[in-house]
């Protein structure tokens, strides 16, 4: 993914998951204050997003599809 700020620094980038059988949008419980040319995670180290739900906090992963 590639972002782009209006400021050089400091824009706070917050993420949002999508549920599209439930038509249900839920908040990622991670944020991240924007860094030019910074890189967060690898290919072989993918930062895990956790979203928030009404009965808690869970990772979400592809295979649970």
Partial sequence: MTMY???KE???V???YFNNLESK???IVQSKGFTINAIWGKIE???PLMVETTIGTHE???AQK
Wanted: hydrophobic share 30%; aromatic share 16%.
């Fill in 60 to 62: 979400y992963n592809d």
């Fill in 5 to 7: 700020a209006n400021n």
């Fill in 45 to 47: 180290a993918p930062i």
């Fill in 14 to 16: 917050s993420f949002k």
């Fill in 25 to 27: 949008e839920y908040p």
């Fill in 10 to 12: 400091g824009e706070l």
